[in-house]
Nanobody, 123 residues
Framework: QVQLVESGGGLVQAGGSLRLSCAASGNIFSINVMGWYRQAPGKQRELVAR???????NYGDSVKGRFAISRDYAKNTVYLQMNSLKPEDTAVYYC?????????????????WGQGTQVTVSA
């Protein structure tokens, strides 16, 4: 069993900053990609940022230059630093991890999601 626990969401004024954290725990053998997605009301879930084991990063077009993703391997934690926030960044932000977990005598690879954290940016 693997759990992802997010923290750091909240209410901020436009132009402000927030930092999200997501810690993975459980029977983890290794974590490949970790990332953040978001979903605004009435919209599909979209990629915000992702980071691979080799620290290669990808960002959604709307957040490039404003958000930065980072990762702490020792803590199985991924961070999202969000700067110059805009009202259109308002959404529920979900952490994602591609995890190889130890199950009994073997290993299994699955995608895991956090419960989501609300980010609200006021104009």
């Amino acid at each position: 069993q693997v759990q992802l626990v997010e923290s750091g969401g909240g209410l901020v004024q436009a132009g402000g900053s927030l930092r999200l954290s997501c810690a993975a725990s459980g029977n983890i053998f290794s974590i490949n990609v970790m990332g953040w997605y978001r979903q605004a009301p009435g919209k599909q879930r979209e990629l915000v940022a992702r980071i691979t084991t080799g620290l290669s990063t990808n960002y959604g077009d709307s957040v490039k230059g404003r958000f930065a993703i980072s990762r702490d391997y020792a803590k199985n934690t991924v961070y999202l630093q969000m700067n110059s926030l805009k009202p259109e960044d308002t959404a529920v932000y979900y952490c994602h991890a591609d995890v190889v977990a130890e199950v009994g005598a073997g290993r299994t690879r699955n995608n895991y999601w956090g419960q989501g954290t609300q980010v609200t940016v006021s104009a």
